[in-house]
Each structure stands twice: as C-alpha cells, then as structure tokens.
C-alpha cells in the first residue's frame, strides 16, 4: 500500500510538472523507475521480470512513437520524457498492464484534444502535455 501511495506521488508530481511546465523531470521518472524495479526485485523472480520486461516494452514502444512522430512532425510530436514516463509506467505495471495503461494514456489525450477543440481553446497545432495523460492513465489503474 505504501509503495502505490509513492507510486501516486510521483504520477501526481509528473502530472502537474508537465502540466505547468511541458516536460518530465528526469528527477522523478528515473529514480520512480528505480525504485519500480528494486520493489520487484523485493518481491520474487517473477515479479522483477515483469517490472523489467514492463519497463522495457514502455520504454520501445513509446521510443518508436517518439521516432516517427520526430519524422512526421517534427520535435513537438512527443517529447523524450513521455518515453521515460512510459519505462516508469511499465516498471511500476509490470508487463501485463503496461500496454493496456498506455493505450488509455492516448484515449484520454485524445479526447482531451477534442474537448481543447471543441471548446474552441486551442487548434490542430495546439500541443498537450501528453505525459499528463499517461500519468493519470497509471494513477487510476494503480487506484482501481
């Protein structure tokens, strides 16, 4: 319980950096991560394999998504710390809720960017601050 309660803390601290400030700090993402991995460490064989294996399918997909989004779109697309996010996210989920966690992260910037459109506050070119999404796509698996 405590663990999830330091894993919300740091979400919630990612959610409101990247809101105000458009970035991760690599001050919380990595040293979260660390801290994902050694509690699965703590906690068996199994449940570090998950936590590694987690971190790294976050960290790959959202690389790539990083990498086309660069081509496509240029460096606004999606910023390196959204990748970092996704590591910690899967370091904390482990490998079978990372994908699942990260996909309700782009439904949820989604519809935020249909909201931000629809209530006429921004335009096509608008940019979010995606890693607010993800980060409350992981606070509420950890709660629910």
């Known amino acids: 319980m405590q663990l999830t309660a330091f894993?919300?803390?740091?979400?919630?601290?990612?959610?409101?950096?990247?809101?105000?400030?458009?970035?991760?700090?690599n001050?919380?993402?990595l040293p979260g991560?660390?801290?994902?991995l050694l509690?699965?460490?703590a906690n068996g064989r199994d449940t570090f394999l998950a936590a590694l294996l987690g971190?790294?399918?976050?960290?790959l997909f959202f690389y790539a998504l990083y990498r086309v989004g660069r081509k496509l779109y240029?460096?606004?697309a999606l910023g390196f710390g959204d990748v970092k996010?996704?590591?910690?996210?899967g370091a904390i989920l482990g490998i079978h809720q990372v994908l699942p966690v990260l996909a309700l992260g782009m439904l949820l910037a989604g519809l935020g960017g249909a909201l931000v459109l629809a209530v006429k506050r921004g335009n096509r070119q608008?940019?979010?601050?995606y890693g607010a999404f993800l980060a409350i796509a992981g606070i509420m698996n950890l709660i629910w």
């Open 33 to 36: 991560t660390v801290v994902a």
């Open 27 to 29: 001050a919380l993402a």
């Open 55 to 59: 971190a790294v399918i976050g960290f």
């Open 126 to 129: 608008s940019t979010l601050p």
């Open 39 to 41: 509690a699965g460490l």
């Open 7 to 25: 894993y919300i803390v740091v979400l919630l601290l990612i959610l409101l950096v990247d809101i105000r400030e458009r970035r991760i700090l």
């Open 85 to 89: 996010l996704a590591m910690l996210l």
């Open 74 to 76: 240029g460096s606004s």
